[in-house]
């Protein structure tokens, strides 16, 4: 079981920047640990995804160039850098984790989920 854990959430101004953390257990059991993010009534979206290996990171299209993300072998912990927020970036945004991901940008990928940190960008 690998337990997965974020941190980092909270409220910013629009323009404003917020840097989540994600601890994952047992990373080495993992493949690609990922970002997603959800409003209510909505479907959970991918935002960012980065593998193991070092390959080309993951990002959806409505963050690209705003949001980065990097990881930390030694620390089990990948990052998410959010630049220039907008108030539709609001959202409970979730880290995830999975052993056998090949398409990144899907839930159903992920075998490990943490609790949910809640992201709050006001206009």
């Known amino acids: 079981l690998v337990e997965v854990e974020e941190s980092g959430g909270g409220s910013v101004e629009a323009g404003g920047s917020l840097r989540l953390s994600c601890v994952a257990s047992k990373s080495y059991r993992t493949n690609c640990m990922g970002w997603f993010r959800q409003t209510p009534g909505k479907a959970r979206e991918a935002v960012a995804a980065?593998?193991?290996?070092?390959?080309?990171?993951y990002f959806s299209d409505s963050v690209k160039g705003r949001f980065t993300i990097s990881r930390d072998n030694a620390k089990n912990t990948i990052y998410l850098q959010m630049d220039s927020l907008k108030p539709e970036d609001s959202a409970i945004y979730y880290c995830a984790a999975g052993q056998y991901v090949a398409v990144p940008e899907l839930a159903s990928e992920y075998s490990y989920w943490g609790q949910g940190t809640q992201v709050t960008v006001t206009s």
């Open positions: 980065i593998f193991t290996d070092g390959g080309r990171p």
